[in-house]
């Protein structure tokens, strides 16, 4: 049977040197579920924004059906009958179910007035087909991330894609919905449907795809069948060498309370509570885990810990000390550290030179700052700081006065880390520290992490990705519409059951 | 306790005042926020796509200008009323003009939006001026005067309650008077046409809109240039409407206030309108006082009130509203913010 | 690094400013020769040519025109350095008209007031008066975009507008002195700033000489400039550190203000003397040019306000001469802004790249109008 998508010597330079993709061939038949497996920036999503019509190959076919052709824009790729479901959803939050499914292939009336009758008649059709519990008329921002993600697999159905490709499409689920999903997918392949799942999680493409093509710094360098293969291989031709998959980490010696947080609420930015009365404790010496799907008060928990959101009610100490009203400031004054979320947002200055960021939080503390109220900065100490922190955190920059933003993600990273880990550190509050890195990264950052922990810090991590927190953590905590649902030792957090209380908030 | 009394007794007199003087007031309401009205149409339309125009001051005097000099130009040739009509053309056709410099700018090049606005009132500052001097102040001749205003039926002014509202709407030229049906047809076509949704969508998530495949430049092109014919339009009703004369820098600030009109009414175009003539309200307020001044003690409190003070309220107002409003107000997510298509640029790793 | 690349890179720099100004003067030449044609003298094509050799004439062709740019170029050197420093802040300041005004009249009226006084003290007291005035005219939109995100842009260009009727309300009613026909304050005596050498070249020229390097260093050397500098280029990230850009934004926009208020200062006591309703300031739009021309850079806004003193000075000449109306200069100086705003564009018609490291690139100023991060810290512990 001929594929129904074939791609062929693929490749695309980007203007700044980098080879996303290079010769790269890959195909997918009707009914067929083909993973594209690969770490965060070997090239997967450059090829799939290829195909969609999003970047312009330097070089390379696309064929479909067997007939080549080129895909200019997403209105061609559309026409094709090619489907993206964008791991950031491509829906706009203020419009309902409905527009954001219809949008761009509107039915009109007269006068081009939107027909909502008729459109959301058709939308609910089309999600009863699929089994989607969703109403038209709902907007967007009211909906969950896996509600989220059904309309965007909706929008695709809805414009008659016959080739569906989903980048990343578990990031942000729990185990039941990605399970949910994955039938989902199932059912579309019966029907006929080609399927891309890109991923870079091992046990998920072993699941659910019918063939792995392996892709590495661009390149493909393999092609398996789930069932003549082992998890141990793929990870090795993923990241091109052996890899550990756990973390080494010994015993936690877990000592006094470090930050101790009674009765907290936190309301969101539109006024709704987001943090429902949390009780947490995170001693020295241990690292304690939240985990929870994106959106169930995380984000509001964080930024009232470090001081960027006030609480409406509730305490929380630092050494037993009371920080509820203290500033940023004070509580870093106090040992707090924090990585956030966003690095290039929220970590960093881009613009600024590396040595800059290094101190972009102690800039006004000695010896970086002298003179009469600390007014005074000290450019030679500044310096001699940053290359002792390049030199122990590894960080790979020509030197210290070149921008932020012209480093790596993973440098970039590091460079946070390597200003946030200082050494009289008591408490340390992680955001995703390694989203989107690759492996190498990722296994530096956690060796660090549990460095922090054996030196007695107390460290509280987040994290959207569930393997990380069972991973790190000495007891986890499940939260859940903006409430801790339960609180585990390491040992007793198993995946489904931490999974079902983030999915349900109870563990039956 | 007396003091308080008192100033209760000086508001409740504020109150019977404007009730008494307000429906008299009502048509001169309207005209004063009609270039409002029209301007904040104008920022409507723009940054419900994403684009931020502070240029519609400059847009407004241009449009002034150029249909002003349109109907000096062609009064003689082709008699006042055709001159006119042509003005109010040549105007809209000079809102849009600038308005493609403006979207050229902002949208094709990816200049700075608030630098590439404030470049269109300098230049529009520079180039009326310029031209002012140059032909109209020395030809010591006047313009083609005003489209000539409607007047309600007595009949129907002299109803209670509604007659004021039906003189307001009716004692106005036919600029001001299309501005209530082209909010209300805008209003429309924002939230339940095809162009409107396209809109909505590309000023709050572009990158979803293209997805999908709409063109979110050539969007926002077509909704920064018809727009700022609204804006164009302004200008035609101070030069052509309003006052007859063209005076160097005659718009005032207006095209700044239409802009706090717009936030008030949280870029939805009857919002906009009615902060448009709050605006109108104040501006009139200190053009009544001086005509028609209350009697007794308020009437004295009022005239201690210097008019310096009266002329500068829209300004202050504009200030109070925006620092009161603009926190809890949210503009479109994109607003203000160049749309780029991936893989033009380095992508970030 | 070598010579040669050095002077590249400064070559990369001042190309696109240099050119953008090249550009704008022919573009304005086609202006005068088209509309010409409008005029009793009918189409003239040479009539840039003389246009503008008056008005070099006027800014150079003597010393006493020298000293007139130079004295036209001092309060643009201030203005300059108020929009920069704001720029750097990440925030637009076209409020130095509304600045320029308080700062004159505060100055007029202390100078008047203290105008039998020793006159260092004066001077003094004068210059710190229209310091403060400038100061508290920012203060407001910088405290107002600081705590309720109200867009600086809109704040200020009102502000401008109210504060110029205002300002004429209090010389006509509260501070007018007696014994003229007409409203204005009364003389300034030792107040006056003293003439340095030539006709008119006042102390206020070096004053504006050394505020140059004071904010370059402040920008430069201390923990404020550096807040400054974080908060302009990275808001969220500036607040995830512990730097509080409420502060930091009312901070600079009072501090702009100061230099925008020094502006009207130096303008009023050394050469102006005294405040009348209807003395506009031309050196609000001007400032906003200087400091695009000059890309934010000290050294830069030095050279913009020479070159826009020049031109300010010599166009009363090219009007007397040629007829060509004095506004060629507001032509001139957006079509300046237009090239730089579309600098891409200016780049790749000549083939010139960007400096390495982005060395010395203004940075971008505007986001919408409500910035999320300067809003959200509302919901900060204090």
Known sequence: MAAALAMRGVTKRYATGTLANEAVDFDVRPGEIHALLGENGAGKSTLMNILYGLVAPDSGEIAIDGLPVTIADPADAIARGIGMVHQHFMLVPVLTVAENVMLGREIVGPAQIVDRTEGGRRVRALAERLGFDLRPDARIEQLSVGQQQRVEILKAVYRGARILVLDEPTAVLTPQETSEIFAVLRRLAGEGAAIVFISHKLDEVQAVADRITVIRRGRVVGERRPGQTTTSELAELMVGRTVSLRVDRGRSRAGDARLEIRALRVADGRGHEAVRSVDLVVRSGEILGIAGVAGNGQEQLVEAIVGLRRATSGTMRIDGRDVTKGSIRQRRDRGLAYVPADRQRAGLVLSFPVYDNLVLTRYDHAPFARGFGRILRDRSAIQASARRLIERFDVRTSSAAVDAGTLSGGNQQKLIVAREFRADLRLLVLDQPTRGLDVGSIEFIHRQVVAQRDEGAAILLVSAELDEVLQLSDRVAVMYRGRIVGTFAAADAGRDRVGRLMATGSAT | ?349 | MTLARRTLDGWRLVAVPALSILLALALAAAVIVVSSAFTPGGLDVLLPVRAYSSLAAGAFGSPTAIGNTLVGAAPLVLGGLSVALAFKAGLFNIGVAGQFLAGAFAAAVMGAWAAAAFAPLAVAAALIAGAVAGGVIGFIPGFLKARTGAHEVVTTIMLNNAAALLLTWAVTDLVRAPGFSFPRTGDIGNAALPVLAGRNLHLGILLALIAVPAVAWMLDRTTIGFEIRSVGANPVAARYSGMRPVLVTALTMTLAGVLGGMAGAIQMLGVIGFYAPGITASVGFDSIAVALVGRSDPVGVVLAAVLFGAFRAGAPLMQIETSVPVEVIDIIQALVILFLAADVLVRRVFRIRRARGGLGEPETVTRSWSSPEVATAAAEPR
Not at chain 2, 180 to 201: E, P, S, Y
Not at chain 2, 290 to 315: C, H, K
Request: with cysteine; aromatic share 8%; glycine share 14%.
């Open chain 2, 1 to 349: 306790m007396e003091g308080i009394l008192h100033v209760l007794r000086l508001l409740v007199e504020l109150g019977g005042y404007l009730i008494t003087v307000v429906p008299g007031l009502l048509p001169i309401v309207l005209a004063l926020a009609t270039p409002l009205a029209l301007g904040a149409l104008c920022g409507v339309v723009n940054e419900r796509s994403g684009v931020v125009n502070i240029g519609i001051e400059g847009i407004m005097l241009l449009a002034a200008f150029f249909g002003y000099l349109t109907g000096f130009a062609l009064h003689d040739p082709i008699g006042s009323a055709a001159a006119l009509v042509a003005g109010i053309a040549v105007a809209v056709a000079t809102g849009m003009l600038a308005g493609t410099v403006h979207a050229w700018l902002t949208i094709s090049v990816r200049a700075d939006q608030i630098i590439a606005g404030t470049m269109l009132n300098i230049a529009a500052f520079g180039i009326t001026g310029y031209l002012n001097r140059l032909v109209i102040s020395p030809s010591g001749r006047g313009g083609a005067g005003v489209v000539p205003p409607f007047h309600a039926p007595d009949q129907i002014a002299a109803l209670p309650l509604l007659g004021p509202i039906a003189s307001m709407l009716l004692d106005q030229g036919p600029i001001a008077m299309s501005v209530i049906v082209i909010v209300v047809l805008l209003q429309f076509a924002l939230f339940r046409t095809r162009w409107g949704l396209r809109t909505r969508a590309v000023g709050e998530h572009p990158k979803a809109a293209d997805t999908v495949g709409i063109d979110v430049l050539r969007t926002r092109f077509v909704n920064v240039v018809a727009g700022c014919g609204l804006a164009g339009l302004a200008g035609a009703f101070l030069t052509l409407e309003s006052t007859g004369s063209f005076q160097n820098g005659m718009t005032g600030g207006r095209g700044f206030i239409a802009l706090a009109a717009m936030i008030f009414g949280r870029w939805t175009p009857i919002g906009a309108f009615g902060g448009a003539l709050l605006f109108g309200a104040a501006t009139a307020l200190g053009v009544i006082v001086n005509v028609r001044p209350p009697d007794g003690e308020l009437g004295d409190v009022m005239r201690t009130i210097p008019s310096f003070w009266y002329a500068a309220l829209p300004y202050l107002a504009t200030i109070v509203i925006l620092a009161g409003v603009v926190g809890r107000a949210t503009p479109p997510a994109a607003d203000g913010i160049p749309y780029q298509k991936e893989g033009r640029l380095p992508a970030s790793f």
